[in-house]
């Protein structure tokens, strides 16, 4: 019979074992789950995925999975005076897709491997994006509320699980349109 030490060991062991943090869980020999759980926890679908609707919950728009604004769709005018960096910093559209602030409006790119999102991208442009805070890592800034800020502090191999869950996404057709400067 086990003794009491040799017990406690192994219910000690499995306790551990079973309250890992997800991320250990997530396998680095496979980069696109791995990416898949780095841009869920870290809330890409919040600005990126439309959302559905109804009476009493909010869900992603799963054949829109992280394809960004949706193009064509009209963002409700802005309350006058709103926003008002003294007041309300940021406001968004009912999804979060499309964002005003002191910076203009911004709406949420496309993610997908569709051309008009990340299909000519590499994965070193997308590290670049990200460390810089410009779009294509040389070009117009990323603007608010994109937190690039926070995901350039990734390791390089976790930016590029990302980006390979992002390749791997089925592309969808959906060009999102250029920011608006702020109103004078």
Known sequence: MPSLVSRITVVLLLTVACNRPPAANAPAENPVARGAYLANVGGCNDCHTPKIFSATSMGLDTTRLLAGYPAGSNVPTLPAGLPNAAGWAALSNADGTAWAGPWGTSYAASLTPHESGL??????????TMRTGKHLGTGRAVLPPMPWQDYGQMTDDDLRAVFAYLKSLKPVANAVPAPLPPKS
């Open 119 to 128: 299909a000519a991208w590499t994965p070193d442009v997308f590290i670049q």
